[in-house]
């Protein structure tokens, strides 16, 4: 099992930026895929971003495509999202999620096997 702790959120403005973090321990980090989702009030919790363990492939929902970065730090065991151009829309719920990189679904939550307390990111117009 991974530990996931989220961080980074708050309150941002549309057309700002905003940049989580979600440092991981528990099992190598390297041997992990990495993803974010997020869960808006009255919403099911959608893909956001995901990235190979790797680092070498990096997947997006097509709403953010353009505007958000995920990244990773193997070294600092730490997945990042940059998140800019904000929009009011992005307002949600971010959660980090890990699954073993044998698991071939990048973008189903269902993949994902750990998961953070979630992190609030509300972005004001």
């Known amino acids: 099992q991974v530990q996931l702790v989220e961080s980074g959120g708050g309150l941002g403005q549309a057309g700002g930026s905003l940049r989580l973090s979600c440092a991981a321990s528990?099992?190598?980090?390297?041997?992990?895929?990495m993803g974010w989702f997020r869960q808006a009030p009255g919403k099911e919790r959608e893909f956001v971003a995901a990235?190979?363990?790797?680092?070498?492939?990096?997947y997006y929902a097509d709403s953010v495509k353009g505007r958000f970065t995920i990244s990773r730090d193997n070294a600092k065991n730490t997945v990042y999202l940059q998140m800019n151009s904000l929009k009011t829309e992005d307002t949600a719920v971010y959660y980090c999620?890990?699954?073993?990189?044998?698991?071939?679904?990048?973008?189903?939550?269902?993949?994902?096997?750990?998961w953070g307390q979630g992190t609030q990111v509300t972005v004001s117009s």
């Open positions: 999620a890990a699954k073993h990189a044998t698991i071939a679904t990048m973008t189903v939550a269902a993949g994902y096997a750990d």
């Open positions: 528990g099992r190598p980090f390297s041997s992990y895929d």
């Open positions: 990235i190979r363990w790797s680092g070498g492939s990096t």
